[in-house]
């Protein structure tokens, strides 16, 4: 197994606030993938898009990105062909908050994972319709596990029945609320312990490539690995 991660250099055109950032990078790409007709299928399909980006680095300390700064994103895919297209209609593209400037492919080849962190909140639909777990950390297991099963199943049409987690918590205080659109969803940051069996390892490094639960696309749910 391997990802890719498309390594993004762009101008900032106006100035954005940190939790605003989500929805601009997912509007520039959504609106490149118009431009091509595989992307623009996948985009208008309820499907999982199986890839994830991060926010905008490095962080602003004051939680605004300046106008006229030069800033770095990285997207994230575990599928070559659907990485290559999106490098393509992003490259020397820009909009009303972007200009990019440079692109560059990176391959990351898999290796053992002991930890997942996730560096962008991630997002939970609980069964009320809203984004509050209430700390219900045994919701959040159980939604992980069954969110990058599917994912599995939906990549490699093979079925899995594995729980890949050997621990989690919590590492944010409160929920973090992140505009999007005309609502406010509430995201919030895991440490994820991975059990060392190769197919855990699997899960784990798929939840790497294409983020853990829900809404990618929107840039949740982006980890790191240790």
């Avoid at 992003?90 to 692109?103: A, G, H, R, V």
């Avoid at 959040?140 to 994912?151: E, S, W, Y």
């Avoid at 918590?169 to 059990?195: A, S, W």
Wanted: proline share 3%; aromatic share 10%; charged share 25%.
């Amino acid at each position: 197994m391997q990802y890719f991660n498309l390594k993004v250099t762009a101008l900032l055109k106006q100035d954005l606030q940190s939790m605003e950032t989500y929805q601009r990078i997912n509007d520039l790409i959504s609106y490149l993938m118009l431009k091509d007709k595989t992307l623009k299928d996948l985009h208008e399909k309820n499907t999982y898009k199986n890839y994830v980006f991060c926010n905008l680095y490095p962080v602003q300390k004051d939680g605004i990105y300046k106008q006229n700064n030069i800033y770095f994103f990285d997207l994230r895919g575990i599928e070559f062909d659907k990485i290559m297209k999106l490098k393509q209609v992003m490259s020397d593209s820009e909009n009303d908050y972007f200009k990019i400037i440079q692109i560059n492919l990176q391959t990351h080849q898999k290796s053992d994972i002991k930890k997942l962190i996730t560096l962008t909140p991630a997002i939970i639909t609980t069964p009320k319709g809203d984004y509050d777990i209430k700390d219900d950390l045994n919701l959040v297991k159980d939604r992980i596990i069954a969110n990058i099963q599917k994912k599995y199943k939906n990549i490699y049409d093979t079925p899995v029945d594995v729980d890949f987690i050997k621990s989690i918590k919590k590492t944010n205080r409160n929920p973090i609320k992140i505009p999007y659109k005309n609502i406010n969803m509430l995201g919030n940051k895991f440490e994820i312990e991975v059990k060392e069996d190769p197919m855990s390892q699997n899960l784990a490094y798929l939840a790497l490539s294409v983020g853990i639960l829900e809404k990618n696309s929107l840039g949740f749910g982006f980890c790191m690995a240790k």
